[in-house]
């Protein structure tokens, strides 16, 4: 485990001498003997995937992104809507304009001044044809329906829509909608991947690729958001962020004290884990873990096989005895089981049956085999080809799809796993329309906000690449939209949760596990925690070590 003595050490700076040593440790004793916690040290945090940018609209460059940008707002573990830039806000009767007081005195790290007028470069930047400042995850969510940004006072944002969308404050709690500097941003994607600025409790200082992202502490932080469990800048000197893919290499680094804390303990490390560290999990909202079932294309364009697939196997059998009980099933594909229009019924959804798989089949057509079992119709075989990223899937993950794919052949399916490196993944191998017939994918989220993103149909000359499913039910869409516009609590729940029913009966998706945020942490680091929104982002602006 770090120690203040060695901070600046383990940050590479060349600053070792003994005086600078007993400055540190004495301005820790300080505020240790004022009654607050003891400042100084640097984390050492073991995390498992490396992004190509450090922001952006995956799960993994959110994590990245809570720590040196603020949002407008944050969302509490209950639901509720706190301040963070914006101190207050208001919506207008028609539900279409929100006007945004800002937190006075607030700069991002560059100095330039975090004011409306910033916001509203944001938002112009993230809502334009512009391939250096799009953010593709606000045109999913909120593109169609905005109208426009605009700085009526120096502190005072206002936004208008062409149409009411509830999710709005949701959606701007994701860290993926993070301020950064409009200064810096002036400078282009390539530069700002590497080195963004926000106003965030730590500043980027460098990043080391293929091994960590350094991060120092941000001495003047004044806009911690309302969850925070303190305001004012970080206590520890700053973060070194490693990437260390191998979870045997990360486990081991918390064992050995080279990590203080890491991200998704390995299975096989669970019980130990929660002996010996501080385990938290976080279940993110949105999708779960689930499968998309290519509807578009033979055999899943029949609603009888994608539901005969669902029940070949034990699903939730496989889970288990593959994360030995670290995450949980989830047999409802359409919306994570912490959302809270969650349908928990919906949970228990095509149980492991293969007498009724086989009936299926059957009644499908697929009632010949060929001499390994395996079924046919017109002479072809039954082949289900599972394309996935070993990013989004982790070793414990696969080991479950190599049971599925064992008992679903006893029905006849002949399922073939198709991974992926990242790089071949984020370049469209196995992607395309006709290369699969399963991805497994999540899409993290607040709420069931979610659909909007996943079901969107197809338009014409636009395919919606996030429907891996190419699920296009008019039906389905027109209630995704009604709930969006709904701001009644119960209608809006309503709405959503017959959206969810229609897609879990039709098995576009089909249930598999999911999503959890999980850290173990040495317990002489203090008061790490997981945020609550979307994602569960770590949070260590708040974390100190013990004396």
């Known amino acids: 485990m770090s120690r203040p003595a060695d901070s600046f050490a383990s940050l590479a700076f060349p600053l070792r001498t003994a005086a600078v040593i007993a400055a540190l440790l004495g301005c820790a004793q300080a505020a240790h003997a004022a009654g607050e916690p003891a400042r100084g040290g640097i984390i050492q945090y073991g995390h498992l995937q490396e992004p190509p940018c450090l922001f952006g609209g995956w799960v993994q460059q959110w994590y990245l992104q809570r720590?040196?940008?603020?949002?407008?707002?944050?969302?509490?573990?209950?639901?509720?809507?706190?301040?963070?830039?914006?101190?207050?806000?208001?919506?207008?009767?028609?539900?279409?304009?929100?006007?945004?007081?800002?937190?006075?005195?607030?700069?991002?790290?560059?100095?330039?001044?975090l004011d409306a007028q910033a916001i509203v470069d944001n938002f112009?930047?993230?809502?334009?044809s512009d391939p250096d400042r799009r953010n593709n995850a606000s045109?999913?969510?909120?593109?169609?329906?905005?109208?426009?940004?605009?700085?009526?006072?120096?502190?005072?944002?206002?936004?208008?829509?062409?149409?009411?969308?509830?999710?709005?404050?949701?959606?701007?709690?994701?860290?993926?909608?993070?301020?950064?500097?409009?200064?810096?941003?002036?400078?282009?994607?390539?530069?700002?991947?590497?080195?963004?600025?926000?106003?965030?409790?730590?500043?980027?200082?460098?990043w080391n690729h293929g091994q960590?992202?350094?991060?120092?502490?941000?001495?003047?932080?004044?806009?911690?958001?309302?969850?925070?469990?303190?305001?004012?800048?970080?206590?520890?000197d700053?973060?070194?962020?490693?990437?260390?893919?191998?979870?045997?290499?990360?486990?081991?680094?918390l064992l050995s004290g080279e990590s203080d804390v890491i991200y998704d303990i390995p299975a096989v490390n669970w019980q130990e884990a929660n002996q010996r560290f501080v385990v938290q999990q976080h279940i993110t909202g949105g999708s779960p873990l689930r499968f998309q079932l290519n509807t578009a294309r033979p055999p899943f364009d029949d609603v009888r096989v994608r539901r005969a697939f669902a029940q070949a196997s034990d699903r939730k059998g496989a889970v288990q005895a593959a994360f030995l009980g670290s995450v949980p099933f989830e047999g409802n594909g359409a919306l994570a089981q912490s959302s809270p229009e969650y349908t928990k019924a919906l949970g228990d959804s095509y149980p492991y049956d293969s007498a009724q798989a086989n009936k299926l089949l059957d009644e499908a057509g697929w009632t010949t085999r060929d001499a390994q079992g395996l079924r046919t119709k017109d002479g072809k075989p039954?082949?289900?080809?599972?394309?996935?990223?070993?990013?989004?899937?982790?070793?414990?993950?696969?080991?479950?799809?190599?049971?599925?794919?064992?008992?679903?052949?006893?029905?006849g399916f002949d399922v073939k796993l198709l991974p992926t490196t990242q790089a071949e993944w984020y370049a469209g191998k196995n992607r395309g329309p006709n290369d699969y017939e399963i991805q497994p994918a999540y899409w993290v989220a607040s709420t069931a906000e979610i659909f909007r993103v996943s079901w969107r149909p197809d338009e014409p000359n636009r395919i919606n690449a996030n429907n891996?499913?190419?699920?296009?039910?008019?039906?389905?869409?027109?209630?995704?939209?009604?709930?969006?516009?709904?701001?009644?609590?119960?209608?809006?729940?309503?709405?959503?949760?017959?959206a969810e029913r229609l897609i879990v009966d039709n098995a576009a998706v089909v249930g598999f596990t999911v999503l959890p945020v999980t850290l173990a942490s040495n317990p002489k680091l203090k008061d790490v925690w997981l945020a609550r929104g979307a994602v569960g982002e770590p949070v260590f602006s708040d974390a100190y070590f013990e004396k």
Not at 172 to 179: E, M, N, R
Not at 213 to 234: C, E, I, L, T, W
């Open 67 to 113: 720590q040196f940008s603020d949002n407008l707002v944050s969302r509490t573990a209950d639901g509720k809507i706190v301040p963070w830039l914006a101190t207050s806000w208001t919506i207008s009767d028609d539900h279409k304009v929100y006007t945004f007081e800002i937190k006075p005195g607030v700069k991002f790290t560059d100095g330039t001044p």
């Open 124 to 128: 112009t930047g993230w809502l334009s």
């Open 139 to 206: 045109n999913l969510y909120f593109g169609e329906q905005f109208k426009s940004a605009t700085a009526t006072g120096p502190l005072t944002l206002r936004i208008e829509f062409k149409q009411p969308y509830y999710p709005f404050l949701n959606v701007l709690s994701h860290s993926v909608h993070g301020i950064l500097s409009p200064t810096a941003l002036k400078q282009g994607l390539k530069v700002n991947c590497e080195k963004p600025v926000g106003s965030g409790p730590f500043i980027v200082e460098k």
């Open 212 to 236: 960590d992202v350094v991060f120092r502490r941000n001495p003047d932080y004044n806009s911690a958001p309302a969850d925070a469990k303190h305001q004012g800048p970080a206590y520890v």
């Open 238 to 253: 700053g973060l070194v962020w490693k990437f260390l893919k191998e979870p045997t290499v990360r486990y081991g680094s």
């Open 382 to 411: 039954l082949v289900v080809r599972i394309a996935y990223s070993v990013s989004h899937v982790t070793p414990d993950g696969v080991q479950a799809l190599q049971i599925i794919q064992q008992q679903a052949r006893e029905s």
């Open 468 to 498: 891996a499913s190419r699920f296009q039910d008019p039906a389905l869409w027109k209630l995704v939209e009604q709930a969006d516009q709904t701001f009644d609590d119960a209608r809006r729940t309503q709405l959503y949760q017959q």
